[in-house]
């Protein structure tokens, strides 16, 4: 057998068909124990936590007492209370701050910093826009606080520039509160899309480029033709994890608003929060957790297959 | 494709058997409940006299307290030199996580002595211990009972009646307080003795340009409440407010009194006498504020006695939220620092050894009164330590004899059920202040609130 072999190097197919018997047997088993210990903290600290919740959601139960079974009463009751439906209005209305606008201003970015790649500057402002990254975003939340606050940097530069009209508690205000919470998050996913969408783009093929401007296309034409349909997969991971930050979102608006004024950025992570430890309906909390997860996937999975089918 | 399907479909197969797998369990819950009812059954109670004493033997008390106060730690260390055989093992949280913690700390690792948020709830579960056996063998039951009234709870959950689950390290109380400077500044000398006074006063700070109250009311604190109930005691009477807190059958806040307190409070948002960012301020920026002399009142507790005397000596004054006309009734939000023991705490008879002491012993009461700036629980006419005549705290103790005779102690709306204030006041305050809920409205939201809770 090893004799059929003329060139180049083993392939896959070559390992893949080497006899089967003990040798795979025990490879086999090797693999599982290898995989064990991942899969037990997974089913332990993943699954089992979820099929628990799934299991809450069908009780009315304070936590400590006895439960009682009411059924789909708590998925129900979902439907008819327009506070626990405007906070996921809300978390629909995040989606715009915490992904449209990082990804555009990331492919903006990403697509000037390309122009200099190799300079000192290109890393300056990469290491900068990448920093709100590594910052955690209850620190995050904090310092805006500050910064909104009606003392804060943001007033005062309003101030010095004359425009004392504008000035306003921003996070206190009914109108601005939830695009002020929407700014912090824009903020904080702003280097991972400009990082991740700078690495496709040095991915592409510079030929192409060549060809391009040979055919007397500009920097827009370029951009559009070239630079945007090879990044699809970037964009991809870019937005749905964007999306799911913006859906999921719950320690920026904890620190910064508590899900006021009002409830004016009240979102399901903070509802579910609130109902399950100060209300204690743990089984409505379960319910609309529950419901906001399959909401999330019925968002993210379109998008998933939307980018990974432009791939082929 | 298809090899990608059939994966997927496995997946999904197999968390469809593990979730029900586990939903096949029983019911949550189940598991304590056999505890509960022995608790509830009265074999975890003080019940029949008990002797409370911590004996000679070493003694290690576990509390969870409210951190921010330094007045239970001070009678910790005051205990423990006059009883050495007994030291505290402290664990301190933030009344917020207390409120959320407490029913699973005292279920599955209870305390001996616990600050407790509202606590109907947690004596209806069966997590406290029933009181009542020490009350009657160390003569609590002898106190004015409205100092205690607050702290019993019935079969329903109802408070009021019922047998006594929580003790209090002292009572606190509500009112204003006011910069004396700033207030000769706008020609004031003397506190307002009617609501008409008091809008005048807060009219003459505006035209002054001075903020006449930065209260706190951001994010998930509704601090008007403070000023509203004050109004709802001027305007109405204090018992029908007790009663709702309380949750007795058939009690509403939504009341043509508590409406005009309401609306007056409204006039007050209206005139802009509290500063104009109040819905993103929240309470230490208000106590901040008001120690730099940036607002003249401040509606707040006498707990901050103490700091105030320290921060701003001879500075602040205080009055009760004065009545709708001279010599009118005056009531004030009043009640117990409350506290409690775990159904099965280790050392119940050591820890309501603590709490009659700390009612009882003469250090004790005089660091209630000096460092907690409250005044202590006990027979009326009880030792008080000397304050100084000058300072705030020395007018908070008065008005709190002020308000025993007057008989207008009332509890705190925002205590009347577990989410009633984050779910309830907070945000319908914070919409009244922007303008996108009117008195009326307000009122009804929270009873509707109220009464969904206490129905479900």
Known sequence: MMQMRTTGRPGLREVAEQPHGLDDRRRGWVALALVVPAAVVYVVFVLRPLALTVQYSFYDWNGISAATWVGIDNYTRLFGDSEMFGSILNALQLIIYFSFVPVLLGLLTAAIIRKFATSRLALVSRTVLFLPQVIPLVAAGIMWTWLMSSDGLVNQVLRAVGLDSLTRAWLGDFQTALPAVGVIGAWVALGLCMLLLLAGMTKIDPALYEAARLDGAGAVREFFAITLPSLRQELGVCITVTVIAALASFDIVYISTQGGPGNATLVPGLEIYYLAFFSREVGQASALAVAFMVLVLAIVLPIQRLTREGDR | ?456
């Open chain 2, 1 to 456: 494709m298809s090899t990608k399907g059939r994966r997927a479909a496995a997946a999904t197969s197999l968390c469809l058997a593990g979730l029900l797998a586990v939903t096949a369990c029983s019911a949550p819950g189940g598991g304590t409940t056999d505890t509960d009812d022995s608790a509830t059954g009265g074999s975890g109670s003080a019940t029949g006299d008990v002797t409370a004493t911590c004996g000679t033997d070493p003694v290690t008390l576990s509390a969870y307290i409210e951190t921010g106060f330094p007045m239970p730690k001070d009678l910790f260390d005051e205990f423990t030199k006059q009883y050495p055989n007994v030291t505290f093992d402290v664990r301190e949280d933030q009344f917020a996580v207390i409120t959320q913690n407490a029913p699973r700390v005292l279920a599955d690792d209870p305390p001996d002595l616990m600050r407790l948020p509202q606590m109907s709830e947690l004596a209806k579960d069966g997590l406290l211990l029933d009181l009542d056996g020490y009350a009657s063998s160390m003569g609590w039951d002898q106190w004015p009972a409205s100092q205690l009234v607050q702290l019993r709870v019935d079969d329903d959950g109802a408070r009021g009646e019922g047998p006594l689950y929580g003790m209090g390290l002292g009572f606190s109380m509500t009112g204003v307080f006011y910069n004396k400077d700033l207030a000769a500044q706008i020609g004031v000398t003397e506190p307002p003795a009617t609501l008409a006074e008091l809008d005048d006063m807060m009219q003459k700070a505006k035209d002054a340009g001075i903020t006449p109250a930065a209260q706190f009311n951001g994010g998930a604190t509704g601090g008007l409440a403070f000023p509203l109930q004050g109004l709802m005691a001027s305007y109405g009477d204090t018992t029908e407010i007790n009663d709702w807190i309380f949750q007795r059958s058939g009690a509403t806040i939504d009341t043509e009194t508590n409406l005009q307190a309401a609306e007056h409070l409204k006039s007050w948002i209206d005139a802009g006498y509290f500063a104009d960012d109040i819905n993103s301020l929240d309470y230490s920026m208000m106590m901040s504020r008001f120690m730099e002399g940036e607002s003249l009142l401040m509606f707040n507790g006498d707990w901050e006695s103490g700091n105030l005397d320290a921060q701003m000596p001879g500075k602040v004054g205080f009055f009760l939220m004065p009545p709708l006309e001279e010599g009118g009734d005056l009531g004030a939000m009043s009640a117990p620092l409350t506290f409690g023991i775990g159904a099965q705490a280790e050392h119940p008879d050591c820890a309501a050894f603590f709490f009659d002491w700390a009612a009882t012993n003469e250090e004790a009461r005089t660091i209630q009164v000096e460092v907690g700036g409250s005044h202590p629980l006990g027979l009326a006419d009880a030792f008080m330590p000397e304050v100084d005549a000058d300072s705030v705290t020395a007018q908070t103790l008065a008005a709190g004899a002020t308000i025993g005779e007057k008989d207008g102690a009332m509890d705190f709306i925002a205590n009347a059920t577990g989410a009633i204030y984050a779910k309830g006041w907070t945000p319908n305050l914070q919409k009244l202040v922007a303008g996108q809920q009117d008195p009326a409205g307000m009122l009804a939201d929270v009873q509707k609130q109220y009464e969904s809770e206490i129905g479900g």
